[in-house]
């Protein structure tokens, strides 16, 4: 059997979430393909940002907060270095996610920067420099 | 309590990630790159844990094989999920699947049993009537439970009078819940312990004394009960470090235990169950008495000529094989993985994933006519669940050498990672390995 093999490991993922597997990838497309958008609008990042990293930190919490009731125990169960580590790397990563896909969501809502350049008139539409 | 050393981690480290995560199996011998093209017949006996990983890699392994599947239990069940159901964690429903999800996709199964093994005329009888020669043989019949070798038991007497048993499928395993629940209330005695029998997942009986005392401590009710633990053996545990681990475990705990004592009655009327001891029989009076019955291998394979003829593994039937190769000896054609092989541990679904690698590669080989080159090791794991929230993950080899998959976690250890592991990672590790993708 490959060590390591990346088939392997999709299948495992497969089994464990099986459809939401397909929601997270359809979520992180439109977090990509909105992020596109809001880069050629020319949107205020750094607001954006700011909001997504509250978001971000608000979500990082709950899931610490929720994650070993998620798994049958609490957090009297974890013993150690590693089971510390491991509690914070996945609310962080949680955290992180969340505040990636949340995003450019935000930054479009937020509307463009005073200094957006300006986008093209469509063909065949009015054009308010005529 | 103080947490493991935490090491950097390098590539091997990963690598062995993969295997503890059912990744990777620890094999010994090379993949083979192209399918085997072979019109030959492969007949699988039992549609359990192995029989349905063996069948998933050999459809994958062999093309143009017809390739038989032969069990007539139409329910899957996830049996290192009932401790989680005895201990009411899980639902029962959550260990109960269709066999039908496993079966790959050109596998013929035949919903019937195996009557009879008939290895000098290379083929097997089903309860149906129906008659399967093979030029490939995988046993793969799991044990079945030897309830009436202890007098007076009965497995329908599972939820009642005060008896419980983990083993005894799903339901056995919510009765064993449900009589827990009710002696949380009362308190009283309770006595757990093993049988004197080789037998699946060892650490079980173990697993279950010690979770049933946090239960009790939980309830508040720990003061109100008494807990004991008996062995036939003089150890806990069959490997060294683990039994010493167990026996800080049950001091801490305030567990009672006896070694040489094996369970021979028991009297539900009475509530009475009666130990076969050094100093003659011992009867003992208790509330909550947790039944762990010998196994032994199916009847039509103790009754056939594939059973050991001598050694530590005849008494009960099981399949002589070579334990590095798993192939028989005298019939070279015929295979045993799982339960039912007659070798030494292994009596694990961490075990099936395993020994299925290396019985698939070795089977394909012997079609093949190559040398069998791929080797098992005994690598047997049991996340030893000490608490509801924290496990050991313990792994060992045929030499009792502990072999733990991830080298910063201490495997005598309880951790919470582990039993994330058992709570949220090993069913889907064990569904993809039933459907051959890992
Ligand atoms: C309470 C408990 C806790 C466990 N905990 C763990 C754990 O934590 N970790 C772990 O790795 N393992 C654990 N196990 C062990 C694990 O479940 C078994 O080792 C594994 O299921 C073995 O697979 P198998 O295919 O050999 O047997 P099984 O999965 O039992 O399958 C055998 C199949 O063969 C069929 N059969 C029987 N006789 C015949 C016949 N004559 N013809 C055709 N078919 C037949 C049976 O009906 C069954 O379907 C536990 C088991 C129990 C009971």
Partial sequence: MELFAPRALAAILGEMFGGLLWVAAATAALALALCLL??????????????????????????????????????????????????????????????????????????ERADAPARRPQRGAASSLR | MPGPALAPLNRRDLVRLAVAA???????????????????????????????????????????????????????????????????????????????????????????????????????????????????????????????RIEGMDPTLIGREGIASVYAGPEGAAAT????????????????GR???????????????????????????????????????RNLFAVAPVHAKVLELFAARDIAFAYDHTLTAVDPAARTATFRTPDGPKTLRYDYLHVVPPMAAPQPVRESALAWGSGPFAADGWVEVNRDTLQHPRFPEVFAVGDVAGVPRGKTAAS???????????????LAGEQLEAAYNGYTS??????????????????????????????????WVPWVMKDRLLGPIYRAMLHGSI
């Fill in chain 1, 38 to 111: 809001a880069l050629r609008r020319g949107v205020r990042w750094r607001l954006a940002l700011r909001g997504a990293a509250a978001f971000g930190a608000l979500v990082a919490a709950g899931v610490l907060a929720a994650l070993p009731g998620f798994t049958n125990a609490t957090h009297a169960d974890l013993a150690g270095a590693l089971d510390w580590l491991i509690w914070g790397v996945v609310g962080l990563g949680v955290g992180l996610a969340a505040a990636l896909a949340v995003l450019p969501m935000l930054a479009l809502a937020l509307g």
């Fill in chain 2, 22 to 148: 059912g990744v990777a199996a620890p094999v010994a011998g090379a993949a083979r790159a192209q399918p085997l093209r072979t019109p030959a017949r492969v007949v699988i006996a039992g549609a359990g844990a192995a029989g349905l990983t063996m069948a998933s890699k050999l459809s994958r392994l062999l093309e143009g094989a017809r390739i038989t599947l032969i069990g007539a239990r139409t329910a899957h069940w996830y049996q290192p999920g009932f401790t989680m159901v005895a201990s009411g964690v899980w639902p029962a429903t959550k260990v109960v699947s269709e066999t039908a999800d496993y079966i790959a996709p050109g596998v013929t199964w035949v919903r019937a049993d195996v009557a009879a093994f008939e290895p000098e005329a290379k083929r097997v009888v089903a309860t149906d009537g129906s008659t399967h020669p093979y030029d490939a043989l995988v046993v793969a019949t799991g044990c079945t439970l030897e309830w009436s």
């Fill in chain 2, 177 to 192: 819940w449900r009589v827990l629940q009710r002696f949380m209330e009362t308190g009283g005695v309770a006595l757990h």
């Fill in chain 2, 195 to 233: 049988p004197p029998t080789e037998m699946k997942c060892a650490g079980a009986p173990l697993k279950g004394a010690l979770l049933w005392d946090a239960r009790l401590r939980e309830a508040g009710t720990r003061g109100r009960a008494e807990l004991h633990y008996f062995t036939p053996f």
């Fill in chain 2, 352 to 366: 099936v994933k395993t020994q299925a690698p290396v019985a698939a590669a070795n089977l394909v080989s012997f």
């Fill in chain 2, 382 to 415: 049991c996340p030893l669940i000490t608490r509801p929230g924290r496990a050991m993950l313990v792994e060992f080899d045929y030499e009792g050498r502990l072999t733990p998959t991830f080298p910063f976690i201490d495997p005598l250890a309880e951790h």
